[in-house]
């Protein structure tokens, strides 16, 4: 990776960690979830409001590192407008951006999400990325319990 790409990927996660967008409580959520990631200590709450099966909106709290911050706040700047099933083919291909060793361009075009291609380079960190999107997942599913990275 270049070296000017990457400091405007940290630039960007670092603006979304000091200013989160979408950040506070969502009183008229139809779903909700708690996520937690014991290896670093983050945990959120995302709430969705969801209308014939698209994320008319979401908020999110809580706390963490940086990552996992700018993460939660990103994840919910791309999903607001999409359809449930949009928003889980994403987390797949972030996933798949985050853990695969060949650089497929197709995972790159991921448009914002891309800022945390550098993350491969420390798998800990990997589940501080994702915490926001599994935690999507969770409330998408209607799961009530809280959802950890370590379960
Ligand atoms: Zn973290």
Same mark, same amino acid.
């Given at each position: 990776?270049?070296?000017?790409?990457?400091?405007?990927?940290?630039?960007?996660?670092?603006?979304?960690?000091?200013?989160?967008?979408?950040? /506070?409580?969502? $009183? #008229?959520?139809?779903?909700?979830? =708690?996520? *937690?990631?014991? +290896?670093?200590? &983050?945990?959120?709450?995302?709430?969705?409001?969801?209308?014939?099966?698209?994320?008319?909106?979401?908020?999110?709290?809580?706390?963490?590192?940086?990552?996992?911050?700018?993460?939660?706040?990103?994840?919910?700047?791309?999903?607001?407008?999409? /359809?449930?099933? $949009? #928003?889980?083919?994403?987390?797949? =291909?972030? *996933?798949?951006? +985050?853990?695969? &060793?060949?650089?497929?361009?197709?995972?790159?075009?991921?448009?914002?999400?891309?800022?945390?291609?550098?993350?491969?380079?420390?798998?800990?960190?990997?589940?501080?990325?994702?915490?926001?999107?599994?935690?999507?997942?969770?409330?998408?599913? /209607?799961?009530?319990?809280?959802?950890?990275?370590?379960?």
């Amino acid at each position: 990776m270049f070296d000017d790409l990457r400091e405007l990927y940290q630039e960007v996660i670092l603006d979304h960690s000091k200013r989160p967008r979408n950040f /506070g409580r969502l $009183e #008229a959520n139809n779903r909700r979830a =708690r996520g *937690h990631n014991p +290896l670093c200590g &983050d945990i959120l709450s995302l709430y969705l409001v969801i209308k014939d099966g698209v994320v008319e909106d979401v908020a999110f709290e809580g706390n963490g590192c940086a990552i996992s911050m700018a993460s939660a706040s990103l994840m919910t700047e791309i999903v607001k407008g999409k /359809g449930e099933a $949009e #928003a889980r083919e994403l987390f797949e =291909r972030f *996933h798949r951006l +985050l853990t695969s &060793d060949d650089a497929d361009p197709d995972l790159l075009d991921l448009d914002k999400l891309a800022v945390f291609a550098g993350v491969r380079e420390f798998p800990v960190r990997v589940k501080c990325a994702t915490l926001a999107w599994h935690t999507l997942t969770a409330a998408l599913d /209607g799961q009530t319990d809280d959802v950890s990275t370590e379960d």
